[in-house]
């Protein structure tokens, strides 16, 4: 019992805290620290780089969660069928799943290594400079995500796909269904509420992405990958502004408090409807 | 079941080569000869990238210190993460389901929504640095996993042992620790593995926290892996192959209970 009231204030304590220190002026280099009340926050509105951050981490999210599901339903439908090979399958997508995104963002840099990485040498011969370019850069960091946690997505809506009763399908046979019909009748609405739930876990994950975009290109060109958790660790780490960086991460946060609300509500009604 | 036909073969083979052909690339590329890169394919392979990635640079500490980090985690975890799941599952209480919740909810946090606090705090205890300082946050990001993986795991045991252990005279934590827990082995493994590997790949915090060279974990020593002139490919490659390796042996090997233990609290619930 205690294990979970320590959880809950090891938990809790620093995000407040990040709060509190967000209402102040704090460069830790030059030891100055002196409450500021919003000012962070008012500098901040105004702040055309956080916009910029923003917007890369929603478009990131947003591309990179709906690939992972365009890919993992047809993936899972696959693994839940009874083929030979199936182990190795099921096997094998784990790999990226358990390898560090660091060494998945670093894996990825050398394919996209625009002298002879693997990717221009299958172009055949293209000089595309991938991490290089605005434009080609954030999408490149989609690619690893999506890479690395499609899998998850996979076993996500796997486990939704074992839930559904066999007879359903048996009596849609019967009843001169096709497969496609089926799909849609059967298998998609029943699903719905498993892919929402993958929409929710991976949706916050994506939106706090750190390590792949840091290892890939540091936010840049240009700060064209530039992303909210990126924006906040250099300006709390290079920087040493603590105050405005604090004023950052607690955006983030609230980012992601936001979006958790949203879709919690939406898998609450699908839930309701039941 | 009908006989696989030519469409899922093909998929099955596209699925495979997407996730499977980056990795592979990656070890060829690791037994790839330093100057050879530019051509089409190696002439021979050798393992010179891996004896300068293990000898030439002080890599195998940062082995170690992952190895020291993610193992403390995994104790950490397991030693308040137990009992606190044997709480929630088997002991009535009010609050019992926002409690879980709450855990899950504080799943979500971005870490770097806590990094500013996190690093003050480390700073004047002196834990900065440190790998015990490390673990520290590290177990608190990964408890919440610990108990909803955990919990649905005590649920599974019948509620009968723990009251056949009470009548003879256990008394709660008693019948936890003589009864419930060895029977809930395997969750524990199970837990153990998600644990560690979520330690094993930690980069942010780690990146942060730690500033002496020599203390370094995995991620972030590639991370920073760099030569003054240009890349060395080939030995970022032999050193992810040695990162990645006893983590895919471990995933390729306890598959099932990875996969059960990440879709235990997220679906069933």
């Given at each position: 019992?205690?294990?979970?009231?320590?959880?809950?204030?090891?938990?809790?304590?620093?995000?407040?805290?990040?709060?509190?220190?967000?209402?102040?002026?704090?460069?830790?280099?030059?030891?100055?620290?002196?409450?500021?009340?919003?000012?962070?926050?008012?500098?901040?509105?105004?702040?055309?780089?956080?916009?910029?951050?923003?917007?890369?981490?929603?478009?990131?999210?947003?591309?990179?969660?709906?690939?992972?599901?365009?890919?993992?339903?047809?993936?899972?439908?696959?693994?839940?069928?009874?083929?030979?090979?199936?182990?190795?399958?099921?096997?094998?997508?784990?790999?990226?799943?358990?390898?560090?995104?660091?060494?998945?963002?670093?894996?990825w840099?050398w394919m996209f290594n625009p002298?002879?990485g693997l990717i221009n040498r299958l172009l055949?011969?293209a000089?595309i400079?991938w991490?290089?370019?605005?434009?080609?850069?954030?999408?490149a960091?989609?690619l690893?995500?999506?890479?690395?946690?499609?899998?998850?997505?996979?076993?996500?809506?796997?486990?939704?796909?074992?839930?559904?009763?066999?007879?359903?399908?048996?009596?849609?046979?019967?009843?001169?269904?096709?497969?496609?019909?089926?799909?849609?009748?059967?298998?998609?609405?029943?699903?719905?509420?498993?892919?929402?739930?993958?929409?929710?876990?991976?949706?916050?994950?994506?939106?706090?992405?750190?390590?792949?975009?840091?290892?890939?290109?540091?936010?840049?060109?240009?700060?064209?990958?530039?992303?909210?958790?990126?924006?906040?660790?250099?300006?709390?780490?290079?920087?040493?502004?603590?105050?405005?960086?604090?004023?950052?991460?607690?955006?983030?946060?609230?980012?992601?408090?936001?979006?958790?609300?949203?879709?919690?509500?939406?898998?609450?009604?699908?839930?309701?409807?039941? | 079941?009908?006989?696989?036909?030519?469409?899922?073969?093909?998929?099955?083979?596209?699925?495979?080569?997407?996730?499977?052909?980056p990795?592979?690339w990656?070890?060829?590329?690791?037994?790839?000869?330093?100057?050879?890169?530019?051509?089409?394919?190696?002439?021979?392979?050798?393992?010179?990238?891996?004896?300068?990635?293990?000898?030439?640079?002080?890599?195998?500490?940062?082995?170690?210190?992952?190895?020291?980090?993610?193992?403390?985690?995994?104790?950490?975890?397991?030693?308040?993460?137990?009992?606190?799941?044997?709480?929630?599952?088997?002991?009535?209480?009010?609050?019992?389901?926002?409690?879980?919740?709450?855990?899950?909810?504080?799943?979500?946090?971005?870490?770097?929504?806590?990094?500013?606090?996190?690093?003050?705090?480390?700073?004047?205890?002196?834990?900065?640095?440190?790998?015990?300082?490390?673990?520290?946050?590290?177990?608190?990001?990964?408890?919440?996993?610990?108990?909803?993986?955990?919990?649905?795991?005590?649920?599974?045991?019948?509620?009968?042992?723990?009251?056949?252990?009470?009548?003879?005279?256990?008394?709660?934590?008693?019948?936890?620790?003589?009864?419930?827990?060895?029977?809930?082995?395997?969750?524990?493994?199970?837990?153990?593995?998600?644990?560690?590997?979520?330690?094993?790949?930690?980069?942010?915090?780690?990146?942060?926290?730690?500033?002496?060279?020599?203390?370094?974990?995995?991620?972030?020593?590639?991370?920073?892996?760099?030569?003054?002139?240009?890349?060395?490919?080939?030995?970022?490659?032999?050193?992810?192959?040695?990162?990645?390796?006893?983590?895919?042996?471990?995933?390729?090997?306890?598959?099932?209970?990875?996969?059960?233990?990440?879709?235990?609290?997220?679906?069933?619930?």
């Open positions: 019992m205690p294990a979970v009231l320590v959880l809950a204030v090891v938990a809790l304590y620093p995000v407040l805290a990040a709060i509190w220190l967000s209402l102040h002026r704090f460069i830790l280099v030059f030891g100055e620290r002196r409450f500021t009340g919003l000012a962070n926050y008012v500098y901040l509105v105004g702040d055309a780089r956080f916009w910029s951050a923003l917007g890369n981490t929603a478009y990131f999210t947003a591309v990179a969660v709906t690939v992972e599901l365009l890919l993992a339903v047809p993936l899972a439908l696959l693994l839940n069928r009874a083929f030979p090979g199936r182990g190795l399958l099921r096997a094998s997508v784990l790999v990226p799943w358990a390898i560090p995104t660091v060494v998945s963002a670093r894996l840099a002298d002879y055949g011969g000089e400079n991490l290089g370019a605005p434009g080609y850069a954030l999408h960091a989609i690893v995500d999506v890479w690395k946690t499609t899998p998850f997505v996979a076993l996500l809506v796997l486990a939704g796909l074992q839930g559904i009763p066999e007879d359903l399908y048996k009596a849609a046979r019967v009843d001169g269904a096709s497969t496609w019909r089926q799909f849609r009748a059967i298998t998609l609405p029943l699903l719905k509420p498993a892919l929402l739930l993958a929409v929710l876990f991976r949706s916050l994950d994506a939106f706090r992405v750190f390590d792949a975009i840091y290892v890939l290109t540091e936010g840049g060109p240009a700060n064209t990958t530039e992303t909210l958790s990126i924006y906040a660790y250099k300006t709390l780490m290079r920087s040493g502004d603590f105050g405005y960086g604090s004023a950052l991460s607690v955006a983030t946060f609230l980012c992601v408090v936001l979006l958790a609300v949203v879709w919690l509500k939406w898998l609450g009604r699908e839930e309701g409807r039941r | 079941m009908k006989r696989p036909g030519l469409g899922t073969a093909l998929a099955v083979v596209a699925f495979l080569t997407f996730f499977l052909g990795f592979l990656q070890v060829l590329t690791s037994l790839w000869p330093d100057g050879e890169l530019t051509r089409p394919w190696p002439s021979h392979l050798t393992g010179a990238n891996y004896q300068s990635v293990l000898f030439g640079r002080p890599f195998l500490w940062a082995v170690l210190n992952s190895l020291v980090v993610a193992t403390l985690t995994t104790l950490f975890c397991l030693t308040v993460g137990a009992s606190a799941a044997f709480a929630l599952a088997k002991l009535e209480f009010r609050g019992r389901g926002l409690l879980l919740s709450a855990a899950l909810g504080v799943s979500m946090f971005p870490p770097i929504a806590t990094v500013s606090p996190l690093y003050l705090i480390l700073n004047a205890v002196g834990l900065r640095d440190s790998l015990v300082g490390l673990a520290l946050p590290y177990t608190t990001f990964a408890l919440p996993l610990t108990l909803w993986v955990l919990t649905s795991f005590f649920r599974q045991l019948p509620d009968e042992l723990y009251r056949a252990a009470r009548v003879d005279g256990c008394t709660p934590f008693g019948a936890f620790r003589r009864v419930l827990l060895p029977l809930a082995a395997p969750g524990l493994a199970t837990t153990a593995i998600l644990v560690f590997i979520f330690a094993w790949n930690e980069f942010l915090y780690a990146l942060t926290f730690l500033s002496t060279p020599e203390k370094r974990t995995v991620p972030v020593a590639i991370s920073l892996f760099a030569s003054e002139y240009k890349e060395p490919w080939g030995e970022i490659a032999a050193a992810s192959v040695v990162a990645t390796l006893p983590l895919v042996v471990l995933t390729v090997l306890f598959q099932r209970r990875i996969v059960s233990g990440l879709t235990a609290g997220a679906v069933k619930e």
